[in-house]
Nanobody, 124 residues
């Protein structure tokens, strides 16, 4: 599967942004999907993940209550709605996919497919 993320940009402190990730080349419904991010000078970190049906999700503690992951299987698209953005949310955001996972995972090594990343910068 190929993943194309978009929607990043410059956002003011407290603002909102919605990221999109369009999948192609395979059956989107077969994949557990997620978002990771890499802040400047830091390692990649888990943001959120969602099951194949979209019926269950998980979030990093740092984004709970502010970020919402969702998917539209008919449109082969994954979303990340972000509100109340903080400078600490500044990072390159990656959408990820995996076909074998049976449970949601926060480990980047469990995801076989990665998009190219989209930069989100939150100004203070």
């Amino acid at each position: 599967v190929q993943l194309q993320a978009s929607g990043g940009g410059l956002v003011q402190f407290g603002g909102s942004r919605r990221l999109r990730c369009v999948a192609s080349g395979s059956n989107f419904r077969d994949y557990v999907m997620g978002w990771f991010r890499q802040p400047p000078g830091k390692e990649r970190e888990f943001v959120a993940a969602i099951t194949r049906s979209g019926g269950s999700d998980e979030y990093a503690d740092s984004v709970k209550g502010r970020f919402t992951i969702s998917r539209d299987n008919a449109k082969n698209t994954l979303y990340l709605q972000m509100i109340v953005l903080e400078p600490e949310d500044t990072a390159v955001y990656y959408c990820v996919a995996d076909r074998r996972l049976r449970v949601l995972s926060e480990d980047p090594r469990d995801y076989d497919y990665w998009g190219q990343g989209t930069q989100v910068t939150v100004s203070s």
